[in-house]
């Protein structure tokens, strides 16, 4: 089924496995590479939250004219929680890159591009 308009598809599943296989890690590899999958999970979550707290007031305020929003502000702190994210996502990218070894190294740019594969869903 296709996403609706202005909705992003859940990543494939298994591109943690898919990741795996492509950047050959081995089994010390794989551990390390599990927990940087868990922490940077945990930090897009929490400001995936964080972005949901101030959109809820923005659009609730269009319905409700008891609530007041700086509007500007408001854009703005979600604008830096999405640049945040991009960043943490760069770091943890870079961090994956680090604990390669020079044989694994060709492999990175295959890992890249099923990244963006799966986030833009391209072919």
């Keep these: 089924t296709k996403p609706k308009p202005g909705h992003r598809p859940p990543p494939r599943k298994d591109f943690k ?25 945990m ?6 939250m ?5 959109l809820i007031p ?3 305020s269009l319905s409700d004219t008891s609530i007041q929003i700086d509007e500007e502000a408001l854009l703005n702190r979600f604008q830096e929680s999405e640049k945040e994210k991009i960043i943490q996502t760069r770091q ?7 604990m390669l070894n020079e044989s694994q190294m ?16 391209r072919k």
């Design 17 to 41: 496995m898919e990741a795996i296989r492509i950047l050959d890690l081995n089994e010390d590899q794989v551990e390390q590479f599990h927990r940087l999958v868990d922490d940077h999970n």
């Design 43 to 48: 930090i897009i979550r929490k400001t995936d």
């Design 50 to 54: 964080q972005q949901r707290e101030l």
């Design 58 to 60: 923005y659009f609730e």
């Design 92 to 98: 943890h990218f870079q961090k994956i890159k680090a």
């Design 106 to 121: 060709d492999n990175f740019e295959v890992f890249i591009e099923g990244f963006l594969g799966a986030l833009f869903m």
